[in-house]
């Protein structure tokens, strides 16, 4: 498969210390480890919205670290999403405006066209009802399941979603979890930063950071409806290996 993301010898401050690894096209890789560990941080830099020290990021042929604030702002438009635990949406739109504003005020040209997407996604989410609802009127659930929309709307290669479940009770965490992976099925790539063992089991493959370096491994392999509780146990296991 096609490598999409490659990381190499990313080093931050004191905050990152040469981390380096890849992923391939429709993975969905967790990245997990104790507070101040560097989860977040990691996500920032891979991302181009911080500036590394040292190293590179390679978004297939296009390397991030190298590019000016413009370019890298165009490319997280165009061929990246964001989900994190702070959802960030406007209190004085709807749902779907909030879905959608990102987009049309790209290229306003095209606005009908991205709110007929936006409609789409909130379809497939199981979320269209709450098309004319304010952020205040919907479950956390549902509006982080709105801000996967947001994300999808310029069909990205790939997600940077930073704890998208970490303000969230069990049920509808599960809700969340659904959602991306109905978008890897479908071949979105992602990268997400968890404290939970049982979001992190429910991806491919999970790196274990600890003071800022790459620790360890695990490849769960693709998730299957049902597996959940032995894949956590199996992850719970690692993770104590690991001293968490």
Known sequence: MN???????????????????????????????????????????????DQADEGEVWLGDTEIAG????????????????????????SNLNILDNIALPAVHADKKHRSEYYERAKALMEDFHISSLSGRRVNEVSGGQ?????????????????????????????????????????????????????DSKIAAMCERILYILDGELKGELRPGKYKSGEIKEREQKTLRWLESMGW
């Open 143 to 195: 509006l982080q399941r709105a801000c996967i929309c947001r994300s999808m709307m310029m069909k990205p290669e790939i997600i940077f979603a930073d704890e998208p479940t970490g303000a969230l009770n069990r049920s509808a965490a599960a809700e969340v979890m659904d959602a991306f992976l109905k978008i890897n099925r479908e071949g979105t790539t992602i990268l997400m930063v968890t404290h």
């Open 67 to 90: 590019l000016n604030e413009d370019r890298k702002a165009a490319l997280r438009l165009k061929r990246m999403g964001f989900v994190f635990q702070q959802m960030n949406m406007l």
């Open 3 to 49: 490598k999409i993301l490659r990381v190499n010898n990313l080093k931050k401050e004191n905050i990152l210390n040469n981390i380096s690894f890849e992923m391939v096209s429709g993975e969905m890789l967790a990245v997990m480890g104790p507070s101040g560990s560097g989860k977040s941080t990691l996500l920032y830099n891979v991302s181009g919205m």
